[in-house]
């Protein structure tokens, strides 16, 4: 290697200075660089940046090393380089700049490539990200517009762009508070990344924030996405373990659950802020469980009254919980105001408990009992048909 070489000079100086555990790396750095065996380098240098005691050397190694060789190397990975390095930054500011130039510089290759594409998209992504965190919502919604356009018109795409484009979703909405589209891309982002890969903290304030989320948002009736997730058992042996067992609460309508966790939902501002729009929706989940368990009977007009006392609510407030239910498409069916009672034909889809499925196991059974009476008694009276 060149001695006058920059690169040379920076790995020769870190083999020395850098700890022993580390200083090996920057050895086999120089070994690959030599040898110009691009794609392994490339491998070597990702496993260094993802070691947690390599972080201060994050910032250098970029600027230093990876520059110097980045034209042989998948955009893709370059762009997470710089990331990597960015994240050192003290300054947000800085480091958003610092990608917003990495987006810049990779979008100005050539020839463009489907590769370079998908390297620029991410950078402008995650430059979005720092914007983000300098609550710059405006330019964030810009190039999240500008991005999604192009997501969209991938055929094929590296998981990391999913991931990275959902994550700024999902954070840009949680600082908007619309609760309804959080909880869509950060279950989305979910399903792009590994989550053991998150650590600790992020793994239970993604799961409290989608908690929060789920009972919040105005259009999201159905937990069953977010209950089956492993991302809730984050939330075990923390404070807000509590939220996992509201929702299973909300889920199967439990109004008496609700209530006894009052003081516990009282602890969180944005709960206690929302009760009056909580308890509607218990309501309205009660409602849904109420006519679950009625068609499985067979049961299809319930009166007024007995929805009353199963949502407690005045029988004069359950035409207006019907007509809510109706339109937000949680049941279809019709209300008959002269003789006070609903007609329910279909209710929405949901995830089931362990108590719920048991009720539908008794369901199946009881369904089961009658058309073996009804077959024995067709057989009894026209045998005929059986014989």
Known sequence: MDVDNPAHNYLQRLQNEA???LAQYFLEFEDLYERKLWHQLTKRVEEFIN????????????????????????????????????????????????????????????????????AYVLALLESAHF?????????TREILDSCQKKVESFTVVDPVIYA??????????????????YYKNALLLLACIDIQELSTDDRAQRAYDLCIAAL??????????????PIL???????????????????????????????????QPLLKQQQSMLQQKIRLMALIESMFKRQGAGTRMVP????????????????????????????????????????????????LGKEQIRNLVDRLAQWESQVKNTAQKMSQTAPELFA
């Not at 983000?132 to 330019?139: E, F, M, R």
């Not at 990275?164 to 589209?181: H, I, L, M, N, T």
């Not at 007024?304 to 407690?312: D, P, Q, R």
């Open 19 to 21: 700890p022993s555990g």
């Open 51 to 118: 070691i947690s005691e390599a972080a201060p050397y994050r910032i250098g190694l970029y600027n230093e090393f990876v520059k110097d060789w980045q034209k042989h190397m998948n955009k893709v990975k370059l762009v997470l380089f710089a990331l990597a390095a960015a994240r050192q930054f003290d300054d947000v500011s800085e480091a958003a700049e610092f990608m917003a130039k990495i987006a810049e510089g990779v979008n100005s290759t050539t020839p463009e490539t489907s590769q370079q594409e998908e």
């Open 131 to 139: 914007k983000l965190q300098l609550n710059d919502l405006d330019a």
């Open 164 to 181: 990275s484009f959902y994550r700024v979703c999902a954070d840009y909405y949680k600082a908007k508070a619309s609760f309804g589209q």
């Open 216 to 229: 919040l948002s105005d259009n999201i009736y159905n937990f069953g996405d977010l209950l089956s997730h």
């Open 233 to 267: 058992d984050s939330l075990k042996g923390t404070e807000h373990e509590w939220m996992v067992e509201l929702l299973f609460a909300f889920n199967s309508g439990d109004i008496a659950k609700y209530e006894t966790m009052a003081a516990s939902l009282n602890s």
């Open 304 to 351: 007024f009254n007995a929805v009353a006392a199963e949502t407690k609510m005045p029988v004069n407030d359950i035409e207006h919980l019907v007509m809510k239910a109706l339109s937000l498409g949680l049941i279809r069916g019709s209300i008959d105001q002269v003789d006070k009672q609903i007609t329910v034909q279909w209710v929405q889809p949901r995830y």
